[in-house]
């Protein structure tokens, strides 16, 4: 049986994050496309998405960082964006008020964005990162965790890239639960960790 660990982006080396976003959209994104303010592919280029990358880690650093990286018998495999809200100009930006739910409740964290290198898919990695950003989220002193999921129709295939920002039954199984429906297949989950906000 393969054993998963994981840790804090800025405890990982930069090799490890490198050979999590080496492949598909997460090569291009960066985990980007909720952190610059206009439109992603317009308005940065991909050198400056490769060096946002490594600068909101903080490999080597004692912090803060974006994210944890997973790993699969010491084999970096995965990685799950987990930071305070604020931290995302997009979510505010954006005229959809279930981004912007609560917004002057503090300790908000949002997760945002999951990647699981090829090789390493369809044997439950995303349902372990998810787990982790709740031991993470107690870590670092979050009140709420807040991820914003796809239900994917029963009997569609959901690709790789559309499924980035994290399934459903993904996020329920690490103890989120449903706080709103805004469109058909999108949902807002919440984990409340502390003190109610």
């Known amino acids: 049986m393969p054993e998963f660990s994981w840790r804090p982006a800025n405890e ?4 490890d994050v490198e050979a999590v976003f ?4 997460a090569r291009k ?17 991909q050198d400056e998405r490769d060096a946002a990358l490594v600068e909101q ?13 997973g790993y699969v018998d010491g084999e970096p495999a995965g990685w799950v964006a987990v930071e305070p809200r604020e931290n995302y100009p997009r979510i505010w930006a954006r005229q959809k008020p279930w981004m912007r739910q609560d ?7 949002s997760v945002t964005c999951f990647v699981v290198r090829k ?13 982790a950003t709740v031991e993470y989220g107690r870590q670092v002193g979050a009140r709420v965790l807040e991820g914003y999921p796809t239900e994917p129709t029963p009997g569609k295939t959901v690709i790789w890239d559309e499924a980035s920002v994290g399934l459903l039954q993904v996020f329920l199984d690490a103890g989120y639960e449903v706080e ?18």
Do not use: N
Not at 29 to 44: F, N
Not at 119 to 131: D, I, P, T, V
Not at 180 to 197: C, N
């Open 180 to 197: 709103a429906s805004p469109t058909l297949r999108r949902r807002v989950v919440r984990h409340r960790l502390g003190a109610s906000s």
């Open 29 to 45: 994104c960066r985990c980007q496309a909720l952190k610059v303010p206009g439109w992603i592919w317009r308005d940065t280029t």
């Open 119 to 131: 090789g390493f898919r369809r044997q439950g990695l995303m349902y372990e990162l998810a787990a």
């Open 12 to 15: 990982a080396t930069t090799a």
């Open 57 to 69: 880690t903080g490999c080597g650093t004692s912090g803060p960082t974006s994210g944890l990286i």
């Open 22 to 25: 080496d492949a598909g959209g």
């Open 103 to 109: 917004p002057e409740a503090e300790g908000v964290w």
